[in-house]
């Protein structure tokens, strides 16, 4: 199905992206447009406006200091896998980066578009919350700072408010890391997926099994589906961290 007609911006900084997206109530932020246009062309959302952040050199970059990194916003999968900083620092990231979908999704998908959309399928809200990752997001109202625990908040729902954007993820450095997951084809959708971060103890966070990333193999309720019933899910689960936890050295 084509697009419906839709009113597009094209900003150049941050302050105009904030500032188009102000226009309307019902602006919507485009990153790279792998879900959001999937659903526009469905019709399952209609915004009246798009605020293009191809162009907004603020929200790209990769930088490291001293084991924490600073991933901007519109830093794409390909971006994370060809970067030495992230491979030298957390190399699961550029991993996971490159088993996700296919070359062209990820030459066009981005980390920050990843975790604004908080799908309980996808590869990197678990990473972050095992990671401890930190998220900057920016308003009218100033800039504030979302711990990856407080930052996924529902089904497509996360701190960031109508209005406002993401624009980086920093990652505390840490002393291993792992990711394990059973996905429906060769990297195709997660049906369960598990992250871990060793840095003195170790933390996980399970995806897939509830609205957002659970922390506790005893709180998980997965839902039953075609891919898999709920209680397959708790077994994988069970499995998944423990791998997780062996490849970061836990
Ligand atoms: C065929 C296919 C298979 C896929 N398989 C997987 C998979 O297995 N695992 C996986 O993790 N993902 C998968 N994806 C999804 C893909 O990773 C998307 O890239 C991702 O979900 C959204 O990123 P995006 O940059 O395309 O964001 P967009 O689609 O542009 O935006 C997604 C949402 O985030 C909001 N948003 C984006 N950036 C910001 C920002 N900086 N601040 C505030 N809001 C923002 C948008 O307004 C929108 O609501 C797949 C996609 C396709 C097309």
Same mark, same amino acid.
């Given at each position: ?33 792998q ?5 526009? *062309?469905a ?19 990769i930088?490291?200091s ?5 991933i ?5 999968y ?61 308003g ?45 084809? *060769? ?12 840095n ?37 689960? *069970? ?12």
């Amino acid at each position: 199905m084509l697009l419906a007609a839709v009113e597009y911006a094209r900003p150049t900084s941050l302050a105009d992206a904030l500032a188009a997206l102000g226009r309307s109530e019902n602006a919507r932020a485009l990153a790279g447009g792998q879900t959001l246009i999937n659903v526009m *062309k469905a019709r399952a959302a209609q915004p009246d406006l798009l605020v293009d952040l191809a162009d907004v050199a603020e929200l790209r970059g990769i930088s490291e200091s001293s084991g924490s990194l600073e991933i901007g916003a519109m830093t794409t999968y390909s971006q994370l896998m060809d970067s030495s900083d992230v491979f030298g620092t957390r190399p699961v990231l550029s991993r996971v980066a490159g088993e996700i979908a296919d070359v062209q999704v990820r030459n066009r998908g981005t980390i920050g578009g990843n975790v604004c959309l908080s799908d309980p399928t996808n590869h990197f809200p678990p990473l972050m919350v095992s990671m401890n990752a930190s998220f900057t997001i920016v308003g009218p109202s100033g800039e504030r700072t979302v711990n990856a625990g407080e930052f996924f908040q529902g089904v497509y729902i996360t701190a960031v408010e109508p209005g406002e954007l993401l624009t980086k993820i920093t990652i505390p450095p840490a002393q291993g890391d792992g990711f394990a997951a059973v996905t429906i084809g *060769k990297d195709g959708t997660c049906i369960v997926n598990a992250a871990a971060t060793r840095n003195g103890e170790t933390r996980f966070a399970i995806g897939c099994v509830g609205a957002v990333p659970v922390t506790s193999l005893d709180d998980i309720d997965p839902p039953s589906d075609v891919h898999g019933s709920a209680e397959y899910r708790r077994h994988l689960a *069970k499995i998944l961290v423990d791998r997780a936890i062996a490849e970061a050295g836990g």
